[in-house]
């Protein structure tokens, strides 16, 4: 296996990990905050537009992580900066 | 099947400027925004018509949300505040036009944006409580958190940039690979949660900066 085949597999390897352990995470953060919303819903029904708003506002600061991990995948696969070195 | 690739193409260059697709959408969708506004407010009336109404609702929505976040006179940030959230705004939807790329998903276009951001909220912090007292807010619990002051300001511009263009661009992707896959009819429920996504990040692009621009300012006592 010559050093270019085998930064490319390594880098397959390590996106798909990346984005596994990126998804991991926020998953149960998103699974946390809608469970605390929907009880404070039940518990005051009047305040519920606010909640759900504040909720949105919330679920997608937490979703940015997983985007962070998806990111770095894309970098791994279609902008590596390793292959560069190799492949002149 | 389109060619994928998550840095823009060039279409054709200026001297040493190189314009991009993603360029040109935005200059179209700044005529579009220009167009629209222009018309839509020439004969304003007291009994509006549908479009004035809602144009007056989406500057009141803008208003009403500063207004509850900041504790200075809220028109100091509305201008250009919310010329930001409608720009970016309109700029998610446009990839939903064929034919158009989504200015947003380059990673050029959300870095100016934040750079606008970071800058704002520097400039209304001095604006408003002048240099000294405006520098002295980065020694505020203790001396020795002044490094994480700093590493804080670079960070939070960074991932506003990164957060904007990922969600952006995992849209399209999503759009492209089932269409790849399955082809007909599938992707539409995935572009509609990509609507939905488009208006959620423009919001939240505007209320993280209108935060950074509150931290930046003297609160409230």
Known sequence: MDSLTIIISVSIIAASFAIAMGGYGPAKALGEALTKALESVARQPEASTQIMRTLFVGMALIESIAIYAFVIALIILFANPLIGLVAK | MKHFSIFPETIFSLGPV???????????????????????????????????????????????????MLPVDPWLVIPILGTLWIFIGFSNMAGLIPGLTTPTADLNTTFAFAIISFSMAHIFGIKTQGLRKY?????????????????????????????????MLSGDMIALILLGVVGFLVPIPFSLLHIIIGLIQAYIFGVLTLVFIAGGIKPRT
């Open chain 2, 135 to 167: 520098l002295s807010h980065y020694k505020e619990p203790a001396w020795i958190l002044l490094p994480f002051h700093l590493i804080a300001e670079v960070t939070r511009t960074f991932a506003l940039a990164i957060r904007l263009f990922g969600n």
């Open chain 2, 18 to 68: 190189s314009i991009s697709d993603t360029v040109l959408t935005t200059w179209v969708v700044m005529a579009v925004i220009i167009i629209v506004v222009y018309v839509f407010t020439r004969n304003l009336s007291i009994k509006p018509t549908v479009f004035q109404e809602v144009l007056e609702a989406i500057l009141e929505a803008v208003e009403k949300t500063v207004k509850d």
